[in-house]
């Protein structure tokens, strides 16, 4: 089985079932545009395709894969391993706003300290007096 790495990017969009991205890295070979995706009961992995002239039954497009792992074995593994990197991203990003909104509410909460101690006054006020001494 080749060796291989994953990454993932969360990828959230108002009525679409793709819920990331990932490209997978074999060496030298690299694969983009594999779509995860939230089926009816859970998440799938769909591997990057092209839409074809035919249509089936119900006269709905056909799509090709580009490529496909050929093994079971294989693709449990692939699609374990992206399946995987997703939720770890999923974590990373929460986690990565957590920090950030924290940051945030502490900025806010300086500026408004900041503004009722009066420490601004002072400066909105020298700025016409700047303004006039240019002239």
């Known amino acids: 089985m080749p060796e291989f790495s994953v990454r993932v990017t969360p990828y959230e ?5 793709i819920k990331g991205l990932a490209s997978i890295n074999f060496g030298g070979l ?10 009816k009961e859970n998440l799938y992995v769909s591997m990057p395709s092209y839409k074809t002239s035919q ?6 497009a056909i799509y090709k894969d580009i490529c496909h792992p050929v ?24 986690t990565k706003d957590s920090v950030l909104s924290k940051l945030n509410e502490k900025k806010d909460t300086a500026k408004k300290n900041e503004e009722k101690s009066g ?17």
């Not at 969009?13 to 079932?17: A, F, H, L, V």
């Not at 249509?55 to 709905?60: E, N, P, Q």
């Not at 420490?119 to 002239?135: I, V």
């Open 13 to 17: 969009r108002e009525g679409s079932t």
């Open 30 to 39: 690299a694969v983009h545009n594999v779509s995860i995706h939230q089926g």
């Open 55 to 60: 249509t089936d039954d119900r006269g709905k």
């Open 71 to 94: 093994t079971a074995k294989f693709r449990d593994k692939l699609y374990g391993a992206i399946l995987q990197e997703y939720e770890n991203a999923k974590e990373y990003a929460s």
């Open 119 to 135: 420490k601004n006054k002072g400066k909105e006020h020298d700025q016409p007096k700047r303004d006039e001494a240019q002239r």
